[in-house]
């Protein structure tokens, strides 16, 4: 059986972002805008597992959590919360004392952004003729070829025409 997971995230980037390389992972994944839309969806049918972002506008990571682990209806499934904006230990602490299983820092979409940076400026640099002098061009380059499948179809396309174009440079 395929695990369903919720992702939660009231940034639509983020959160489809996160459900397309889950999805590629093989798991069938929902998306929730908010704590309140997450709570609905886990009452109507509970996941295997839940992501939880920790800053959303109605609610907060461990406001979801109380609500979730609290009453009669107490849900008991993994919830991981993911976050990008939220480092210090006390908040890690707090989203487990309230019923987290993990708490991870979300860096995925600054790494995308960043690749797509350096996609970008080693293109302009073919194109000014130079990227043979751009040592990072390289390094990133291996980095883009390892997101590249995970990455949404137009960030493919532009990260793919800068690999080829670096690669025709350097042959």
Partial sequence: MTARLLVVDDEPRTAELT???????????????????ALERVRASSPDLMLLDYEMPDMEAPEVLDLLRSGADRLDFPVIILTGARHAAGDQVLGIERGATDYILNITLRLVDGLIVN?????????????????????WMCELHLMLPHLPDDQR??????????RARWN
């Fill in 19 to 37: 459900a397309e390389l889950l999805r590629r992972a093989g798991y069938i994944v929902d998306v929730a805008g908010s704590g309140t839309e």
């Fill in 119 to 139: 996609a970008d400026r080693m293109l302009a640099n073919l194109e000014s003729g130079r990227l043979a002098s751009d040592p990072m061009a390289l390094g």
């Fill in 157 to 166: 396309v532009r990260i793919s025409t800068a690999r080829r174009a670096v």
